[in-house]
């Protein structure tokens, strides 16, 4: 029996998970919701982007998909600036006894030490209530900072340490969102954009960081913050909107897991809004973009993994590749144990059910 899904938010993710419950025969999609008024009542294939009508028609809050009865929810409504709506939708969920798998919200990849306990403490007892399960994941954070890292460091005899990075050109990238009002391209460079007030790298990717440190066996001390911007020589176009001439055209930032002072785990962006830009941070192995995996001990890693896509540039197959990522993750998060779980916890990812042969 297929296992009856429903998907919250059809935005740059969103479309890209409901296109795989669509096609994807180990999945019968139930239901479909959304924010925007003007997509409710469109049928799901038209929001998946596929010429396929089926049935399932997008309606406009949490308690009609619930009526469906999905045995899981793809939760990929945005996270970031909403983290408190984000969290309460994840807990409404799960003590209806339906399990998540989702995008957002980010703390949720891995709470303890990052999400205040007491947060952390009712999302468990909503599960505990529901019998149900909550798993968020997604690119970086994500696979690149966690399974793919991890893979890596089982194979090392020493490790003194593990630098995860995203390195890519945005100009392709149609979120404005997350590139104006959280990363703030586009602003006066002396201004401190949401993403770099105090406290929100080391929230956003403490996750991380942490996940990696329990994994292999210590603990962080301390979780430092950089961040540093380069303006735009000339105003200029991109996906997401215009980059005016002295604002904020590429970023480059970092944080660093200490343990005894030492960064021993570090995850740096490097973020251009055009390739010419700051030729001295740190490039992609390939033109576009790049997750870079920097192993330093015995033996010594550096792997670049470059993601394409048949549909799009790097920035498209990023998000397929953390759609695909979430997606696949469903029949493990329904058999197991209720409550918050991670990459720690479920079994290792082999894309079973996901191969189709040639075209």
Excluded at 131 to 142: E, F, H, L, M, Q
Excluded at 167 to 172: G, K
């Amino acid at each position: 029996m297929p296992i009856r899904v429903a998907q919250v938010a059809t935005g740059n993710a969103g479309m890209l998970t409901l296109r795989q419950l669509i096609s994807d025969d180990r999945f019968e999609l139930v239901a479909v919701s959304t924010s925007n008024p003007e997509k409710v009542g469109l049928d799901a294939g038209a929001l998946a982007g596929l010429d396929v009508v089926t049935g399932i028609t997008a309606v406009g809050d949490l308690d009609a998909l619930m009526a469906a009865t999905p045995q899981c929810v793809v939760y990929c409504a945005m996270g970031d600036t909403r983290p408190v709506e984000a969290t309460n939708d994840v807990r409404t969920l799960l003590e209806a006894g339906i399990d998540v798998v989702g995008s957002a919200p980010g703390t949720l990849q891995f709470p303890w030490g990052t999400m205040p306990q007491k947060v952390i403490d009712k999302v468990e007892e909503s599960a505990r209530i529901g019998a149900a399960s909550v798993y968020i994941t997604g690119v970086d954070p994500g696979w690149a900072s966690d399974l793919v890292p991890l893979a890596l460091a089982s194979t090392c005899q020493r490790i003194e340490q593990i630098k995860c990075y995203e390195l890519a050109d945005y100009a392709t990238y149609d979120g404005a969102e997350v590139m104006f009002d959280l990363m703030g391209f586009g602003h006066p460079v002396d201004s401190t954009p949401m993403l770099f007030l105090p406290g929100v790298l080391g929230l956003a990717w403490g996750t991380a960081i942490r996940m990696m440190a329990t994994a292999i066996g210590v603990e962080v001390d301390e979780i430092v913050e950089f961040w540093e911007a380069e303006p735009a020589p000339e105003t200029y176009e991109i996906s997401a909107g215009t980059i005016e001439k002295g604002t904020i055209a590429a970023l480059h930032f970092s944080i660093s897991g200490l343990v005894n002072g030492h960064p021993a785990i570090v995850v740096e962006h490097v973020t251009r809004t055009r390739d010419d830009l700051r030729p001295d941070w740190a490039r992609p192995a390939s033109g576009g973009g790049a997750y870079r995996i920097e192993i330093t001990g015995e033996p010594n890693y550096v792997v670049d993994i470059v993601p394409s896509s048949e549909h799009g540039d790097h920035n498209h197959a990023a998000i397929v590749a953390a759609c695909g990522r979430i997606v696949n993750a469903i029949p493990d998060v329904i058999a197991a144990e209720p409550g918050i779980r991670t990459t720690l916890d479920l079994p290792l990812p082999t894309g079973r059910g996901t191969y189709v042969g040639p075209s």
